[in-house]
């Protein structure tokens, strides 16, 4: 079961550089998330997508942009990137408001700015 | 949820013996509570969650309880392994709500 995959695992930019992080999940789930993780932190949310065809801020947004492609796929953009932006992203997916289920997590992509 | 008070962002635990970690939330109005692991260089991995109509959940070596008047929240791990070494979180979501709050987390090792 691949349940949520992201690609790349490991990225270093440099500072200004553009970057797209992709997510996609097999689980038919309606809403799909990414977070950052910071050493010593807990994950913060930088933007959800709550069913497909729509996207929110969470506690994080700015220098991220979202794509919900489609029901499967959630992109994370780093339009010019800085060393503030270094940090492990994580994309998560899960069924839907109304349903007491967890989110799943993917592993996790490493991200550097130099 | 937040980590406040009972909190420890470590625990050190002899192989054999139960685990408790704690978490304190703020959000009276959350309902659902989850607790994940996180094993270094992976992503958060389910382990049991409890609704708020509930004061204890178990599972296999994990019991969940949940205190609503304290606004406090335990995982108990019974016989804890090496393989249970890992940071573990707490996480709340009211009813109809989209996003999760997380604590801080707490880091657990297991000594031999």
């Known amino acids: 079961n691949a349940g949520v995959t992201q690609t790349p695992k490991f990225q270093v930019l440099k500072t200004g550089q553009s970057m797209t992080l992709q997510c996609a999940q097999d689980?038919?789930?309606?809403?799909m998330y990414w977070y950052r993780q910071d050493p010593g932190m807990g994950l913060r949310l930088i933007y959800y997508?709550?069913?497909?065809?729509?996207?929110d801020k969470g506690e994080v947004p700015n220098g991220y942009n979202v794509s919900r492609l489609n029901k499967r796929e959630f992109s994370l953009r780093l339009e010019s990137a800085a060393p503030s932006q270094t940090s492990v992203y994580f994309c998560?997916?899960?069924?839907?408001?109304?349903?007491?289920?967890?989110?799943?997590f993917g592993d996790g992509t490493r991200l550097s700015i130099l | 949820g937040e980590s406040v008070g009972l909190h420890l962002p470590t625990l050190s635990v002899q192989e054999g013996d139960n685990s408790i970690i704690n978490c304190a939330y703020s959000n009276s109005a959350s309902d659902y509570f989850i607790w994940y692991k996180q094993e270094s260089g992976k992503g958060p991995q389910f382990i049991i969650d409890i609704r708020s109509n509930m004061d204890k959940r178990q599972g296999q070596r994990v019991t969940v309880l949940l205190n609503k008047t304290v606004k406090h929240l335990s995982l108990q791990i019974a016989a804890t392994q090496p393989g249970d070494s890992a940071v573990y979180f707490c996480a709340e979501r009211g009813s109809n709500d989209y996003k999760l709050s997380f604590g801080a987390g707490t880091t657990v090792t297991v000594r031999a």
């Open positions: 689980m038919n789930h309606n809403s």
């Open positions: 998560a997916s899960f069924t839907g408001a109304l349903s007491n289920q967890p989110q799943h």
């Open positions: 997508s709550a069913s497909e065809g729509t996207t």
